[in-house]
């Protein structure tokens, strides 16, 4: 029977990973049964795949263990996937691979960051639905152990995982079973290794900042990695140019963050250069928010319509907006970053519409969700709509 590892590159699943190979009283199979799979989102953190480049994959070569590496190969399931590399004896941790589709791509395609609340849609679709691909390419319909990092105080998401794939896939939780937090898996890798691991993550990824003790962690490897940094702070740039309530932090900016440590002035010059040389775009953004059930004063689902109107340099696309303002008699709002024009401005109840001109830079495609023309009239004839309607 095949043992696959859902190896994610972080503490548990190396923790799990490198004690099945420096202590094979620890594991119940043989090594030529196992098979160690990732998910690229394409967005990893370059340091994280280069400590698995010096450490694990000269072990799992040593071992001769399979090793899957693959992607999402577009933004619909009927892309399907690419694999990057299936090998005995992996080297390189394909962090970003040609053919990949990434999370970022998706992410600036439509002008938004990782939602931070909820299911995580992300995570979900680009390494639960890539891991469920290439598992199906290995086993197809055979029983198989699946091994998961889950640490020893997750055991809420043990029971929500137990009961999937059944009945070919028979879970497999080692942290737990032995009893391990993350602690214990970071000391076992120290121990080993001689490496503080660090968390595995998308660079973008808001969980990072949940906790004081994540955002410690993560603003200085930003600055000591400003190509990742430019990725999360552009995402976040568009995402919030045209949504002023986004925010890498739970709606508040990784910006303001960064901008607080004492060393960010070379990174956030850097910003400034890298959003001078992008390409800028006036946009026309609407959004319809429907009412909850029953309840006006609740937002129900909300619906976006984003349409790029005019390409230019930032300084052409600023000029336009200001024309356009002065014309519709209206003022630009700015924070000094981010500049739009409202023309309707939402209401406190529900359905309400808003619409505004932004200025942003031009990565994102125009889009229109389903259903956005019924909510936007719902939203027009909501409850005493109005302010700076036409
Ligand atoms: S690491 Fe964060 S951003 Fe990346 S897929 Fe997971 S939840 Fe989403």
């Given amino acids: 029977m095949k043992i696959i590892l859902s190896y994610g590159l972080g503490v548990d699943s190396t923790a799990i990973l490198l004690r099945?190979?420096?202590?094979?009283?620890?594991?119940?199979?043989?090594?030529?049964?196992?098979?160690?799979?990732?998910?690229?989102?394409?967005?990893?953190?370059?340091?994280?795949?280069?400590?698995v480049e010096q450490h694990i994959y000269p072990l799992l070569a040593h071992h001769g263990v399979r090793t899957v590496q693959a992607s999402r190969a577009g933004p619909r399931q009927k892309n399907g996937i690419v694999v990057h590399d299936d090998t005995t004896h992996p080297i390189l941790c394909l962090t970003s691979a040609p053919g990949a589709y990434r999370l970022s791509d998706e992410l600036l395609s439509v002008a938004t960051i990782p939602q931070s609340g909820g299911v995580r849609k992300c995570s979900l679709k680009f390494k639960g639905w890539v891991l469920d691909q290439v598992i199906a390419q290995i086993v197809g319909d055979d029983e198989f152990v699946h091994v998961v990092g889950f640490e020893a105080n997750e055991a809420r998401r043990m029971l929500q995982d137990m009961p999937l794939g059944l009945p070919a896939r028979i879970p497999s939780y080692p942290l737990i079973e032995c009893g391990w937090d993350r602690a214990d898996a970071e000391r076992y890798i120290l121990d080993k290794l001689g490496v503080k691991w660090p968390k595995s993550a998308c660079v973008q990824c808001p969980f990072a900042f949940s906790l004081a003790e994540g955002r410690e962690r993560t603003i200085p490897r930003y600055l000591a990695n400003p190509y990742?940094?430019?990725?999360?702070?552009?995402?976040?740039?568009?995402?919030?140019?045209?949504?002023?309530?986004?925010?890498?932090?739970?709606?508040?900016?990784l910006y303001d963050l960064i901008a607080s440590h004492p060393d960010s002035g070379p990174l956030l010059e850097l910003f400034e250069r890298r959003l001078n040389r992008l390409p800028w775009a006036v946009y026309d953004v609407r959004r319809a928010m429907g009412a909850k059930p029953g309840d006006a004063m609740a937002r129900g689902q909300t619906y976006r319509s984003l349409e790029l109107l005019v390409e230019g340099t930032r300084a052409d696309v600023l000029a336009r907006l200001d024309r356009a303002a002065h014309l519709?008699?209206?003022?630009?709002?700015?924070?000094?970053?981010?500049?739009?024009?409202?023309?309707?401005?939402?209401?406190?109840?529900?359905?309400?519409?808003?619409?505004?001109?932004?200025?942003?830079?031009?990565?994102?495609?125009?889009?229109?969700?389903?259903?956005?023309?019924?909510?936007?009239?719902?939203?027009?004839?909501?409850?005493?709509?109005?302010?700076?309607?036409?």
Avoid: I
């Avoid at 199979?29 to 990732?38: I, K, P």
């Avoid at 519409?353 to 830079?361: K, S, T």
């Fill in 20 to 51: 099945w190979l420096l202590e094979p009283g620890t594991r119940w199979f043989d090594l030529s049964d196992l098979v160690v799979v990732t998910a690229q989102t394409g967005d990893e953190w370059v340091e994280t795949g280069y400590l």
């Fill in 228 to 253: 990742e940094a430019l990725l999360g702070l552009t995402m976040e740039h568009l995402a919030v140019a045209v949504n002023p309530r986004q925010g890498l932090l739970a709606g508040e900016q």
């Fill in 328 to 390: 519709l008699g209206r003022e630009v709002e700015t924070d000094g970053r981010h500049h739009r024009v409202w023309l309707r401005t939402r209401n406190l109840y529900y359905p309400c519409v808003e619409h505004a001109l932004v200025v942003a830079p031009a990565l994102a495609h125009d889009k229109t969700f389903k259903s956005f023309e019924k909510a936007w009239l719902a939203g027009l004839n909501g409850p005493a709509q109005l302010s700076l309607s036409f």
